[in-house]
């Protein structure tokens, strides 16, 4: 008997204890979830929208549950000056406190009832449209164009802020889905809904564990299927379970890992991620058993049921005394598009050498006849693998007559393991040497790929210093002689010296005497020459007549003296 006490002792302690390390928790309905924040997204607009009196121009429409009580209030003493058209499908009461600048309209035939102690004559009743597209035309008829139009549901208190009503953009109000907690000219507070949180955490967490693992599940009778998500805490992961056809949109998502049983939509994406898990229970302790084995993970942050509503809802997770969420601003839930992407943050480094190491400063200039080599990449979205591809990359000069020139590029040889989330390429400048600018903005536009499948990734931009290179004078040719050369020169020289000597001593037995080298009449006519002072008497062959006779005379005598002796 004491055998089978013991045994159920210990097989209790051992439930006892299993109960209290379970990661497990039951959810609870709450009013305030610590960690998410819900607004439902309605039909409006927001624009630069401004008449020349400097009044704005605001579209506000009402919409009641039958259960709420119907009984506002708008509270506008510190509001710019505007016209504030208010409609309404519902019977509805409303208490005003106004400042002189602002002038309500509301239609002959609205059931809204206005009541107030001041400015009654600032309350306008007026023939207009109540139709949604049809109230802004009429709207921009009278006052020139619409600078918000807000929806809200079982309003309570509105009041103004104080600040500028207007939205830096368009002036022209188009209608599309938004989140009203965006504008942060008004302050809406709603009447109190039914519970539509259940939420719990963990009794126990790893204090080592610096990563945040939080599950939002949406249970299959929810008519929900279009969820925003922004994430304003980093090292968060994030398990998304709703029913088939829910499509989460991720407004930040480069801190943050992701999973879900739906389609993921990133804002750089034209296209949707596919679910990475199949799940069609919405059971609270299978959901949060299916997140930790997706992730490999032995406990998480908070589990979140949501009961929304409307048909899109969004929602913000990150805890209020969360030090990121003051790093993070709000992010807008604005419509992806290819023109206007919500850009991913990307990094372009420049480097010198094809080897990647030798960063290029952004200060230093590069000389145009040499090439660069750049990298381009990006932060890790969540666990989803992304390649960048570049589509075309472009110069524009700083100068006041700006030049625009697309940049070639050739892609460099990158390995996954040598460079994760990046691509590399590199570019010759030759086409900028004969352009004066020297300060150009490189700037390059990508896609990101998934699955084969490529969404805009938006550009990307990098300031460049370029030089002309430094034109040196052609140096002369020098020749190079060696020793043989110099030995052929010096034998030539010899042969020729010889050969010019054979010659002029030809020249002298041939003619008796060297015509080139009369010495003496050279040297008659060279000036400062001591001979050359002095006249030579030129000895002539032509005796004159008395010379000729005395020397006849003489040579007569001469031959005379024998004959006559001798006779």
């Known amino acids: 008997m004491e055998g089978h006490v013991a045994r159920f002792a210990l097989l209790l302690c051992i439930t006892v204890a299993a109960s209290e390390s379970s990661p497990m928790c039951d959810p609870m309905e709450v009013n305030a979830n610590p960690w998410v924040y819900m607004s439902e997204i309605r039909i409006g607009c927001w624009t630069s929208f401004i008449r020349e009196d400097m009044a704005e121009v605001h579209i506000l429409n009402l919409n009641f549950a039958a259960s709420d009580s119907k009984m506002f209030s708008l509270q506008m003493t510190n509001a710019k000056p505007m016209n504030l058209i208010l409609t309404s499908p519902d019977t509805a009461y409303g208490h005003y406190i106004l400042n002189t ?136 992961s994030v398990f998304l379970r709703g029913p088939q056809g829910t499509t989460w949109t991720i407004i930040n998502p480069q ?156 892609p460099e040889a990158c390995s996954l393991n040598s460079c994760p989330n990046s691509t590399r390429l590199s570019f010759s400048l030759d086409q900028l040497q004969e352009l004066t600018s020297t300060t150009w903005d490189l700037e390059c536009a990508v896609k990101l790929c998934h699955s084969e499948k490529c969404g805009d990734g938006g550009r990307v931009k990098r300031n460049l210093e370029v030089t002309q290179p430094c034109l040196q004078p052609p140096t002369p040719p020098c020749f190079d002689f060696g020793l043989p050369g110099v030995l052929g020169i010096a034998f030539g020289g010899f042969l020729i010296g010889v050969l010019l000597i054979g010659a002029l001593w030809f020249i002298k037995i041939k003619t008796g005497y060297l015509t080139g080298l009369d010495i003496s009449s050279t040297a008659a006519n060279l000036p400062g020459c001591p001979c050359s002072g002095a006249k030579r008497q030129p000895v002539s062959t032509n005796p004159s007549p008395s010379e000729n006779s005395s020397a006849n005379a003489s040579i007569g005598s001469t031959q005379s003296t024998p004959t006559s002796s001798m006779a």
């Open 255 to 410: 801190h943050t890992q992701f999973g879900s049983n739906n389609d993921i939509l990133l804002s750089t994406f034209t296209h949707t991620i596919p679910p990475f898990v199949t799940m069609d229970i919405d059971n609270a302790e299978d959901v949060q058993r299916k997140a930790l084995d997706y992730f490999k993970a032995s406990t998480f942050t908070s589990y979140t049921e949501l009961r929304p509503e409307g048909s899109m809802v969004s929602l913000v997770l990150g805890k209020k005394d969360n030090s990121a969420v003051g790093e993070a601003a709000p992010a807008p839930v604005t419509p992806i598009s290819t023109n206007a992407p919500h850009q991913m943050p990307l990094l372009m480094q420049l480097y010198t050498s094809p080897d990647y190491r030798s960063p290029l400063d952004p200060t230093t200039k590069v000389q145009s006849d040499k090439r660069i080599y750049a990298e381009i990449s990006m932060h890790t979205i969540g666990n989803i693998v992304l390649t960048i591809k570049v589509i075309s990359c472009f110069v524009h000069s700083m100068g006041s007559c700006p030049v625009v020139k697309e940049l070639p590029f050739m």
């Open 101 to 236: 600048d602002v002038n309500v309209y509301i239609n002959n035939d609205s059931k809204v009832m206005l009541h107030g102690n001041q400015h009654q004559n600032n309350i306008h009743k007026q023939d207009f449209p109540t139709h949604d597209e049809e109230l802004i035309k009429w709207a921009i008829q009278k006052f020139g164009g619409v600078t918000s139009f807000t929806t809200v549901r079982n309003l309570h208190t509105m009041s103004s802020t104080g600040t500028k009503g207007t939205k830096p953009g368009s002036r022209y109000c188009t209608l599309k889905n938004e989140d009203t907690t965006e504008k942060h000219f008004l302050k809406i507070e709603t009447a109190p809904q039914a519970s539509l949180f259940k939420s719990c955490s963990p009794q126990q967490q790893s204090p080592d564990v610096d990563a945040e693992l939080h599950i939002i599940n949406i249970p299959e009778n929810s008519t929900t299927r279009n969820v925003s998500l922004r994430v304003d805490t980093k090292k968060t």
